[in-house]
């Protein structure tokens, strides 16, 4: 059984003759083999994620850590208070710029800055500090400020993010901090290297359905207009579904070889396959040339 599944994977790759039996097999073999493969292509991506990736977050974020322990000023008090952020003492901490790319382990190409004003400021006059001084965020002591994509400005109160009690933190407090939070890690790491995989898992096929009905719908459409054979949506979405699992197949593959490359090629790849296996129906001659 394992062989036989195996065999059928690898014939996507190199029979596209094979991709016949998709499209005239019942519905149920073809949902079958998908959600079968989506499941164990999703499984081994996630894993490589919680093996790899993990760790590496866990580990930036500990670095994270250490510089801000590391560049904390000595007399800086961060005060949440009456819903109030404040960072004391006032007349020094009136305004602060922090620059996030002078940390390591931030990747940011622009919109690097951080500015926090204790004063009162009106939202005209942070809408164009956002767009003149190529800001990420403008913080008040009681919300903070962003722009989207169309230059509008959005806020959110601080209040919502923090929901804790009043506190104080002083750089003396920073190293318990450290060690609670270091201490969390350690444990919550190893549960989500272990849960990832599923979540892959299950996102891999509800992606792969997803993205299939549209896939589907846009072949269905061409091959109408077009001189090849499949006419009906259920065999265009049919033969879909198995293009889709040799196309997740090569994802996987490039993940493993190159796990730093970034590049999406599900939509290049599809239509690529989709095409050369149509035209091979069509025409029997038709032929990649080997180079």
Do not use: C
Request: hydrophobic letters at 45%; aromatic letters at 12%.
């Amino acid at each position: 059984m394992i062989k036989k599944y195996f065999s059928l994977l690898l014939a996507g790759f190199i029979q596209p003759n094979s991709y016949k039996k998709w499209v005239i097999l019942p519905k149920k073999h073809v949902v079958r083999f998908f959600i079968t493969s989506m499941l164990l292509i999703g499984l081994a991506q996630g894993t490589l994620f919680s093996i790899i990736e993990i760790p590496k977050i866990a580990d930036s974020y500990l670095n994270l850590q250490e510089q801000i322990i590391n560049q904390y000023p000595e007399d800086l008090v961060l005060s949440w208070k009456e819903e109030k952020l404040s960072l004391l003492p006032t007349e020094k901490y009136q305004e602060v710029n922090l620059n996030l790319k002078d940390v390591d382990g931030i990747n940011i190409e622009n919109n690097g800055f951080i500015l926090y004003k204790n004063n009162e400021t009106s939202e005209d006059e942070i809408k164009n500090t956002l767009k003149d001084r190529d800001n990420f965020a403008f913080i008040t002591n009681q919300k903070i400020f962003l722009l989207n994509e169309e230059e509008e400005l959005f806020s959110q109160s601080i209040k919502e993010i923090f929901d804790t009690a009043e506190f104080e933190v002083k750089k003396e407090d920073l190293p318990i901090l450290q060690e609670q939070i270091s201490s969390q890690i350690d444990i919550w790491v190893p549960r989500i290297q272990v849960a990832i995989p599923f979540i892959a898992a299950l996102m891999s096929v509800l992606l792969g359905f997803s993205v299939s009905f549209l896939f589907a719908t846009f072949m269905w459409l061409l091959l109408k207009i077009s001189p090849l054979t499949i006419k009906k949506w259920r065999q265009a979405w049919q033969l879909t579904l198995a293009v889709l699992v040799t196309v997740s197949l090569i994802e996987l593959i490039i993940q493993i070889i190159y796990p730093q490359n970034l590049t999406p090629i599900r939509e290049l790849a599809f239509w690529l396959i989709s095409g050369y296996v149509l035209l091979s129906w069509k025409f029997p001659q038709f032929k990649v040339k080997k180079i």
